[in-house]
């Protein structure tokens, strides 16, 4: 039922082409850069610089250095979709972990740990990644993990309480009867159940790790140049733009139409799993 409802949503969709798209894009940048742009990402033309649309061979034109805008939008969204997975991935992994065991135990532990949470929920985000990221020079999953510290606190206080009404349930109290441990408890029986939670914050939070990891690099404290983000893109062309609005343009509609392509699957996804959630 959840994936019909998914299905018969256009909009997530129109969404969830856009997003799979780029992703195989990305995947395939070498592919591109060598049969349908013919440009890698660094090679530089000073005499050809601020070139326009399919102008002078570059497909979506060149930036201040020479270099081809295409193909640097394509490497970067490896970058920036890589470090926003990536962040994901390790916010899912730790929120899980915390948001289980706070719930399943409860009592002093649960009291600790969410305690520990109401702390990080306390220290504004951007000023520790701000602290962290001026401090260190980090390699992308450097920074994936910086962006998971921040990000894995509210999920760990969802998964926690979907997990004090599930541990409730009938089929929990029968299988601590028949002596299954507390350990298989929680990830067989459990942890699986609270799977759509983890699914629809997934999918509503990577749009906002996308937008961090784009403003960490436009500040300069994110991912290095030479290495093309789109973040950094942004921060290079903000210096040329009045010579050539595509630099600026081009990275940054590519960030919002992806932003919001995963916003539209987000949507779906939370109205697919929980239809009373519809407006």
Do not use: C
């Not at 532990?109 to 602290?131: A, E, G, K, N």
């Amino acid at each position: 039922m959840a994936s019909r409802r998914f299905r018969g949503n256009k909009m997530a969709m129109v969404g969830l082409f856009f997003v799979l798209l780029m992703i195989l894009t990305a995947i395939a940048a070498p592919l591109v850069s060598k049969h349908v742009t013919g440009h890698t990402p660094n090679a530089q033309n000073l005499r050809l610089k601020f070139s326009g649309f399919n102008e002078n061979g570059f497909l979506l034109g060149s930036d201040n250095l020479g270099r081809d805008t295409a193909t640097r939008l394509v490497y970067g969204a490896r970058v920036s979709l890589a470090v926003a997975g990536m962040a994901m991935f390790f916010a899912i992994t730790i929120g899980a972990v915390v948001g289980v065991v706070a719930g399943y135990y409860g009592g002093i532990v649960d009291t600790l740990l969410m305690r520990y949470v109401d702390m990080m929920l306390s220290i504004p985000t951007l000023f520790i990644l701000l602290l962290v990221a001026s401090m260190f020079t980090l390699s992308p999953v450097a920074l994936a993990l910086v962006i998971a510290f921040v990000s894995w606190v509210t999920l760990s206080r969802l998964i926690r309480g979907e997990v004090i009404s599930v541990k409730e349930r009938d089929y929990i109290d029968a299988a601590r009867v028949v002596g299954v441990g507390d350990r298989r408890i929680m990830w067989r029986h459990i942890l699986p159940n609270v799977l759509p939670v983890v699914i629809v914050w997934a999918s509503l939070t990577v749009p906002a790790l996308i937008l961090v990891e784009a403003s960490l690099s436009y500040l300069g404290l994110g991912v290095q140049p030479p290495t093309a983000s789109w973040g950094n893109m942004l921060s290079q062309a903000q210096l040329s733009y009045t010579q050539s609005i595509l630099v600026v343009f081009l990275p940054g509609l590519t960030i919002y139409l992806t932003v919001f392509a995963i916003n539209l699957v987000g949507n779906g996804l939370r109205d697919a799993l929980d239809p009373r959630l519809t407006d």
